[in-house]
């Protein structure tokens, strides 16, 4: 059985797998990038039985791949960006696949800026693409197989699917308020991956607790890769290395969006910024 740890892009997925695969994956909780190898990203070609060389094809193979590569017998956590909403009428998982999800939540107003660093976009086409119900992932392999495509659809509805899915138990985490409850939230997260286990009185481990908080400290991620590199890096159109771990916390929209983004993010998600107390 499948645990997501589910998110829109920039929100905050890699800093909570990077405390997940440091408490369940390490002898001693102490954190090191390949433990993340633990918690793979789905959609992938890694866990596809053939080259799906259309979206469609991609998408109608979610379920089928989940069930060939994830035994049900044994608990898999899988890093996803995928909305639960169907694409070309293809739902992304099932109850029988999956026992449960954490979803993590950014405010828009931060995930756009962390979107405009990490992919180079320009404010206005991010939030285009914020906005866009058919935006995706989807990058092809040379030979032209769309395994890794990943639906996106727009913030808002990507947001909403997870939050009005009934069909399994999710945990929901806004990141916003790690900076300040990150203890009492990560061990939230355990008590509720132990429950998903079936071992709901199973006794947190404070010393590797303790030693995941620390090692996984966002200071001590970013110092981390600037010493030893992170695949998950990414590259500018000119070739230049751009950094995983930027601001974090310190990422604050106030100090960097101009008016008329922010007006337009207020508008067009008013709704989930009230109801997600960011306004």
């Known amino acids: 059985m499948i645990i997501w740890i589910a998110s829109y892009p920039k929100s905050g997925n890699t800093f909570i797998r990077s405390f997940l695969s440091s408490y369940f994956f390490s002898k001693k909780g102490k954190f090191d990038f390949s433990l993340l190898m633990n918690i793979p990203q789905f959609p992938s070609i890694r866990f596809s039985q053939k080259d799906f060389l259309s979206f469609k094809d991609a998408a109608e193979n979610w379920i089928p791949n989940q069930k060939f590569f994830f035994d049900k017998k044994k608990i898999f956590f899988l890093k996803t960006h995928n909305t639960l909403n ?9 109850e029988s696949e999956t026992a449960g ?3 993590i ?8 800026t962390s979107m405009c660093h990490h992919y180079s976009f320009t ?9 866009d119900q058919n935006a995706s992932l989807s990058e092809k392999a040379s030979n032209g197989d769309c395994s890794n495509f990943t639906f996106l659809g727009s913030w808002s509805e990507h947001y909403k699917s997870w939050k009005n ?15 300040n ?13 132990n429950q998903l286990y079936g071992n709901p009185n199973s006794q947190i481990d404070e010393n590797k607790f303790n030693n995941s908080l620390r090692s996984t400290n966002f200071s001590n991620l970013k110092n ?24 974090g ?30 306004k």
């Open 86 to 94: 169907k694409f070309n009428n293809f739902d992304f998982t099932t």
């Open 101 to 103: 999800a954490i979803y």
């Open 105 to 112: 939540v950014r405010d828009p107003r931060n995930v756009i």
């Open 123 to 131: 404010l206005e086409y991010a939030l285009e693409r914020m906005l």
């Open 165 to 179: 899915n009934k069909k399994f138990k999710v945990l929901f985490i806004k990141y916003e308020d790690l900076k």
């Open 181 to 193: 409850n990150k203890e009492e939230i990560f061990m939230e997260m355990i008590n509720f991956i």
């Open 224 to 247: 981390k890769e600037l010493n030893e590199g992170f695949s998950e890096g990414y590259m500018s159109s000119g070739g230049k290395k751009i950094n995983f771990f930027n601001m």
């Open 249 to 278: 916390f310190k990422n604050k929209w106030e100090n960097f969006l101009p008016k008329n983004i922010v007006d337009m993010i207020d508008k067009k998600f008013n709704i989930e910024l009230k109801e997600l107390g960011y």
